[in-house]
């Protein structure tokens, strides 16, 4: 069985994570390290025992020779480096989200297409131990027919939140759910309808956004409906973060490290709420639970494996991480235009710079690219 090769493009915090994950797994190798900042690459190749490690990524793809590179940097970087890397016709994986609108995604998706490799997106989450558990039941027709989805995140202010985490859980939902036909959306900011006034840069480098509040209603295949909520919270919850699934015969509930079924398709206040089963994670065969890497990365890194070898798309791959963003700017151009907004978009511009264009106004002024300073800022705009 092959061994791929892997070049990690980014020594911080998910690139670390990312190198994790690849230098536990028994059929991947790392065989560069790369940072503009020597430091980081140097800690992350000491924990790792990876001595090649560059300042330059042509270099680097050009003395290592990757199958894959990974790409785990700030948002704000993901279509240059990405065009960059494919262009020496290397498979890509790149931390979410995928670009931060839709031409550049369509541009990642054609050099990919051009050069005949794959392009993967890290929604780890879509297939980890308790993704595995709750799919695994699904298919298993526990629940029956799939009618309706609900998804929510963790608090953030609405618009960042869904550049943010929100590029997961649409991801999730996306699992079960398929292709999203069209997107109804209604975002709030100050408790009223956004106007082009609150468009602003995000927080995070993660383009364009608006909305305190945003609550969205997803129309999928096979007439199954989808709720997403990404409302901004006094304080965060990462309890929040769930999707639950509402079957014809049951109902099934994740969480980041959980997994839970009910076997009722309503709940009803008659002692229902205690009738929640715990449902066994699946994790590889060969996951080592002491080792550094984190289950949800190691089991993106499998199927990358296993995609690689079947000549199959990753099951978070650039299609379904190009389809996410194109739910993102629906939801942004419904509440915009205030209208049902039919995917795929024909106009692959970013709707809220186009609103604001349309609204003779420039584009939205600079603000902090840090979360607390951006959130303090804005919270005082808003009143």
Known sequence: MKTY???????RGRGSAAARAYHAHPR????????????????LGDELKVSARFSDLDEM????????????????????????????????????????DL????????????????????????????????????????????????????????????????????NNMLHFGKRCKSVVAHLTTGGKPITPEDVAPSPSGMGTIAGEYITATMQYEGNVTGTLLQHRFNKMDTNAYTMELFGTE??????LGGAHFLPTPHYLPDGNNDKWESLELIYPEHYDSKSSASEMDYWFVEDYVNALDEGRPHVCSGYEGRHVIEMMMGIFESAAYGKRVNLPQADRTHPLLRWREESGLPPPADMPRGYGEWLTQESKRIG
């Open 5 to 11: 090769r892997v070049a990690i493009l980014g020594c």
């Open 28 to 43: 991947t190798e790392i065989v560069g390290l790369c940072d503009l900042l020597e430091e980081r690459s140097n800690t």
């Open 61 to 100: 793809i050009k003395q290592t020779s990757p199958d894959i590179v990974a790409i785990p940097t700030a948002t704000e970087l993901h279509y240059d480096l990405c065009m960059r890397v494919l262009e020496h016709g290397v498979n890509i994986e790149v931390e979410k989200p995928m670009c931060v």
């Open 103 to 170: 031409d550049q995604a369509d541009d990642v998706i054609a050099k990919a297409e051009e050069k005949g490799v794959q392009v993967a997106v890290h929604h780890q989450g879509r297939v980890g131990a308790s993704m595995q558990a709750i799919a695994h039941a699904y298919n298993a027709g526990k629940i029956g027919n799939l009618r309706y989805i609900y998804g929510s995140g963790k608090g953030y202010y609405g618009g960042y939140g869904l550049m943010n985490i929100g590029t997961h859980m649409l």
């Open 250 to 255: 049951g109902r099934l509930f994740w969480k």
